[in-house]
T-cell receptor, first 116, second 112 residues
């Protein structure tokens, strides 16, 4: 399966600053990547679908101007949380779909964001 | 509305026991169902993937079944070990909407 790497694994920032999280597909070219958010003891909620070379598709209720997604290459997607606030503190996870006919997903290790 | 439910939310059993985790989904028109394991503060590790045309998949001590007509999947863990302690999530992929919906997970604790 695909190997997915996220960086940083954890980050602490001050309120009002911006934080960038990277998601890399190390051994698989990914035209699509998914970004999820997970609050403590809750399941994963899809935030957006990152599309290589085009705009991301955001889920209802997710502010596209706050959560900037860039998918500039087939191996890298970035999520930037702009003007972060304490309520943005969460666990952010990206995933890469495997072979199209299986629908299998492979996940990164996640990035824990704490906004003070 | 497409929903995925996992019961129980938490489970604690002594080492060596066989156990079953449950996942139910409201819309049976699924493309596939995937079981994941998540350790605290970590990402998700894929355990088993069942396509809609399949009834079960096995990997080592794990066996996952799928019954689309009743909207259910089970994850069977044989001879449980303390290292199996984690949160187990099921996820259903609906091709019609290109959407994957996750259950809320079952937090499993295996007591030595």
């Amino acid at each position: 399966g695909a190997v997915v790497s996220q960086h940083p694994s954890w980050v602490i920032c001050k309120s009002g600053t911006s934080v960038k999280i990277e998601c890399r597909s190390l051994d698989f070219q990914a035209t699509t990547m998914f970004w999820y958010r997970q609050f403590p003891k809750q399941s994963l909620m899809l935030m957006a679908t990152s599309n290589e070379g085009s705009k991301a598709t955001y889920e209802q209720g997710v502010e596209k101007d706050k959560f900037l997604i860039n998918h500039a290459s087939l191996t890298l997607s970035t999520l930037t949380v702009t003007s972060a606030h304490p309520e943005d503190s969460s666990f952010y996870i990206c995933s890469v779909p495997g072979l199209a006919d299986t629908g299998e997903l492979f996940f990164g290790e996640g990035s824990r964001l704490t906004v003070l | 509305k497409q929903e995925v439910t996992q019961i129980p939310a938490a489970l604690s059993v002594p080492e060596g026991e066989n156990l079953v985790l449950n996942c139910s989904f409201t819309d049976s028109a699924i493309y596939n169902l995937q079981w994941f394991r998540q350790d605290p503060g970590k990402g998700l590790t894929s355990l088993l993937l069942i396509q809609s045309s399949q009834r079960e998949q096995t990997s080592g001590r794990l066996n996952a079944s799928l019954d689309k007509s009743s909207g259910r999947s089970t994850l069977y863990i044989a001879a449980s070990q303390p290292g199996d302690s984690a949160t187990y999530l099921c996820a259903v992929f609906y091709s019609s909407a290109s959407k994957i919906i996750f259950g809320s997970g079952t937090r499993l604790s295996i007591r030595p």
